[in-house]
């Protein structure tokens, strides 16, 4: 886990500045218009490749971080959209892709083309909730990927929005669905998108320590963050082989949260989300046949087979 710890801490500043570096080049000469594969140049993709492998399918993976800043940009009205930290929003895919690569490396998984499915899985996993991509054609066709990488992009975006659940537990409609599909992540057959999940909480949980540190976060805040927490622990259930990273979000947790400014507010949230894990799994458990049922309606309504990712 010490190349994680490096991202995630002792070496978080310098990763990003490198990401940055290589955004800053590509925003200066890129347009709306610019085809994405003109976009990421060999010596922007050698910088990202020190902290992580992106031999496998190159053109593949040039193209997504090419489409990703390049949509950025229609995104903002002509100016690159940022995060609440101010760097690119564009690096946060990018530090998702790279998160997963390690963690699919730690926990065994050894095959090139899973690693590179988590790769394209983490730097896409945005398009659509963002309005990137609306349709197949985009992600199958435009960016030469196949249809694992977009119904896999759909399953991360699409099917938790798409269920308007009630949850006696206080939890929101949002995030019991994402909790609910975290603890159906035990039936899928590999822990691609488990994996790709986790990371984007790890990068979310990061970019609300500098809300925090813009503002008197409020009550909503705190209740979001216990939510996520909620999310994460159903993924690190639900997958006996990610169990150990429940421990390193709260490390982050703790780390975001640890100065004296912060310290009701990291009461408030453990608070909260241990009020909500205590509420919400026999709530949980009780609903899973109705999600089962939902999302294989759903899969069908798209034309896929649920035996792509499930083994229900």
Do not use: W
């Not at 490198?18 to 922007?44: C, F, M, W």
């Not at 909730?129 to 196949?146: A, H, K, P, Q």
């Not at 082989?241 to 975001?256: D, P, Q, T």
């Amino acid at each position: 886990m010490q190349k994680l710890n490096d991202i995630y801490f002792s070496g978080r500043d310098d990763l990003i500045e490198e990401v940055q570096a290589v955004l800053n080049d590509i925003y200066s000469r890129i347009s709306r218009d610019t085809p994405i594969s003109q976009i990421v140049s060999d010596e922007n993709l050698d910088l990202l490749s020190k902290a992580v492998n992106f031999d496998v399918h190159k053109d593949q993976i040039r193209n997504a971080i090419g489409f990703q800043a390049r949509e950025m940009i229609k995104a903002d009205n002509g100016e690159p959209k940022k995060r609440y930290s101010g760097n690119f929003y564009a690096t946060h895919p990018i530090c998702v892709a790279i998160g997963s690569e390690i963690i699919a490396k730690d926990i065994g998984v050894n095959d090139p083309n899973k690693r590179d499915r988590i790769i394209k899985l983490g730097l896409l996993h945005d398009v659509i909730e963002e309005g990137f991509m609306t349709s197949r054609e985009g992600i199958v066709d435009e960016l030469g990927l196949n249809e694992y990488i977009f119904h896999g992009v759909e399953l991360l975006d699409v099917v938790p929005r798409g269920f308007d659940l009630k949850s006696e537990s206080g939890l929101s409609s949002g995030n019991m669905a994402y909790a609910l599909f975290a603890y159906s992540f035990s039936k899928m057959k590999d822990v691609t998108l488990p994996i790709v999940e986790l990371n984007d909480r790890f990068e979310q949980l990061i970019d609300y320590d500098y809300l925090f540190k813009r503002s008197n976060p409020a009550n909503r805040i705190i209740t979001t963050m216990a939510e996520r927490r909620v999310v994460v622990d159903a993924i690190c259930d639900a997958h006996p082989k990610l169990s150990i990273y429940g421990e390193f979000y709260a490390r982050i947790e703790k780390r975001m949260l640890s100065d004296k400014r912060a310290k009701d507010i990291k009461e408030l949230c453990v608070e909260k989300s241990e009020e909500l894990l205590a509420k919400i799994k026999d709530e949980l458990c009780g609903r899973e046949g109705y999600f089962k049922d939902k999302l294989n309606e759903h899969l069908r309504s798209k034309g896929i087979s649920s035996e792509m990712f499930f083994d229900f």
